[in-house]
């Protein structure tokens, strides 16, 4: 799981392009809807921009995510990587790589939870794994 230099980017224009929808609501609440004989009171301009601050604040926290993660080119190129069993597999179960989720098989005996795996194959959305073997010199 290589972290995306994006993230940043990504928090950076999240603010900037709030404080923008921001001032651009202030202004067509004091200037424009005036025009049109709409007046909405100080409270009501206060209220709508905590209203909008906290919208914008929760879509970050949705989209943020996204960005964290180097995007997989193909899915062949997970092959090689290592992941972590997150239900049992014997001989199906399912296994996290690269902060996703996925089916996976293991074609000989039985690996329990919480074990690290190394992906040799994948076949459809389905990943062929074996036991990720720890060198003790």
Sequence with gaps: MEK?????????????ST????AIMVAVLLWVLPLFGL?????GIILAIIGFAIFSYFMYRIGHPT???REISSPESIIGSTGVVERSLNP???VKVCGELWS???KDGHI????EVIVTGIAGLKLT????????D
Excluded: F
Aim: net charge positive; hydrophobic share 35%.
């Design 19 to 22: 404080v923008i929808e921001e």
């Design 4 to 16: 995306n230099k994006s993230a940043r980017w990504h928090t950076i224009y999240s603010i900037i």
């Design 67 to 69: 960005t964290l993660y």
């Design 104 to 106: 996976a098989s293991v």
């Design 92 to 94: 199906q179960g399912y």
């Design 112 to 115: 329990e939870k919480g074990e």
């Design 39 to 43: 007046v909405i009171p100080v409270w």
């Design 129 to 136: 794994v074996t036991k990720k073997i720890s060198c003790n």
